[in-house]
């Protein structure tokens, strides 16, 4: 008997103990998804935009009387 | 001699320019006056994506006063659209929603995407989801 095969010999138990509280409920189960996680960060970039160029625009209307009679 | 002529044509077109931007705005600023007579009567009114339009039938300096200041705007829609790396239409219908939020009157016309003028009464034009932050 290698040195090696002595030390996994004597885990054993303690990983056949592992797998029996498992199987009673005891573990937590993390499963993987199916589908692949998606983080929408659009929304955020899309009001960003909006914002940045409602800026733009009221500067423009400001700055231009004359394209902008009333 | 290559270059020479390039710097040329570049000159030529410079001038081109320059004479017909002065033609445009020496026009537009003498009917200026006008549209904004019709903006104030409700024949002439902003829309949603931008430019003026005109609602009904206008005289000729009125129409081609407001062809000049749209020019005018899509231009200057162009350049910040450049900037901001948005597309000109973008562009142009965030000014629509400044335009409408803030520069139409009581009793002026305007009118949101293809749908019908309509008088502005009271209370604050409905404006189009994209506007959410317009104020």
Redesign the interface.
């Known amino acids: 008997m290698t040195l090696s095969t002595f030390f996994a010999l004597r885990r054993a138990p303690l990983i056949f103990g592992g797998v029996a509280a498992c199987m009673l409920g005891g573990c937590i189960q993390v499963k993987a998804p199916d589908k692949p996680i998606e983080i929408n960060l659009n929304v955020k970039v899309q009001q960003e935009v909006v914002v940045r160029l409602q800026q733009d625009a009221k500067d423009l209307i400001q700055n231009n009387p004359e394209l902008f009679p009333q | 001699m290559t270059k020479g002529k390039i710097f040329l044509g570049a000159a030529l077109a410079v001038g081109v320019v320059l004479i017909a931007g002065g033609v445009v705005s020496s026009r ?2 003498a009917q ?1 006056p006008a ?2 007579a019709a ?1 104030a009567d409700g024949s002439v009114g902003e829309q949603s994506d931008g430019y003026l339009g005109v609602n009904g039938s206008v005289s000729a300096d009125v129409r081609s006063g407001v062809e000049a ?1 749209n020019i ?2 899509r231009a ?1 829609y162009t350049d ?1 659209a450049a900037k ?1 790396g ?1 597309t000109v239409s ?2 142009a219908a ?2 629509g ?3 409408l939020a803030g ?1 139409v ?1 009581q009793g002026q016309a305007y009118r949101i995407a293809s749908g019908p003028w309509q008088t502005k009464g009271a209370g604050a034009i409905a404006l189009p989801d ?1 506007c ?3 104020n």
Do not use: E, F, G, W
């Open positions: 537009a600023s200026t549209v904004s903006i200041i005018k705007r200057a910040l901001r948005v973008d562009m965030a000014t929603c400044q335009t520069r009157k994209y959410a932050t317009a």
